[in-house]
């Protein structure tokens, strides 16, 4: 059990930051081998770590042309909005929803918001959510293989967008300079 949460854990601090891959499926395979409150709080762990580095990450690295083109789109607006109002709760909701979580991981440490209550908004959302998918996995015995099979399908998905995007594929090409608004 202690090797199974600990692979587990090493794959959700890579998965919750940076690189956002596919939690479901890896969440799934470590409910096979422990209850899902031990697993929430192995993910919930890595979340509050990779939220640290990001909080610093971004507040060092991020460029504001990159900050501009995602600001346009409607729910980073809206979850600006709320932000303002409710930054915790807007953040665990962000973290414990299916939703893009980049849109907060990237306004809230750059608005200032403080990084120790970024983290226990971050480590909350993500305990509910993580708990949610792993109670379902003890109650729906998906066979392992296909556990496995998704989560190489998804780790190769995000590989393959990342290099077709950063290779001009799709999307704006890197060499293009943004547009003015």
């Not at 422990?34 to 507040?59: E, N």
């Not at 998804?154 to 590989?159: F, K, L, P, T």
Request: include cysteine; glycine fraction near 6%; charge should be positive.
């Amino acid at each position: 059990m202690l090797r199974g949460l600990a692979l587990y854990f090493a794959f959700m601090l890579a998965a919750m930051s940076i690189l956002s891959l596919p939690l479901a499926p890896a969440t799934l395979l470590a409910a096979k081998v422990a209850p899902p409150w031990l697993v929430a709080v192995a993910a919930s762990v890595a979340a509050a770590l990779a939220a640290v580095f990001d909080y610093h990450f971004v507040r060092r690295a991020f460029r504001l042309n990159a900050l501009d083109r995602i600001r346009r789109k409607a729910l980073f607006q809206k979850a600006e909005a709320w932000s303002k109002v409710a930054p915790f709760w807007t953040t665990g909701f962000f973290a414990g929803l299916p939703i893009p979580f980049t849109i907060v991981r990237v306004l809230m440490p750059l608005s200032g918001y403080p990084l120790p209550r970024y983290v226990a908004a971050v480590a909350l959302g993500r305990f509910c959510r993580i708990f949610v998918i792993a109670a379902f996995g003890t109650l729906v015995d998906i066979p392992t293989r296909v556990l496995v099979a998704l989560l190489v399908a998804g780790v190769i998905a995000v590989g393959v967008g990342a290099l077709g995007q950063r290779l001009g594929w799709w999307g704006r090409p890197r060499s293009e300079p943004p547009k003015p608004a």
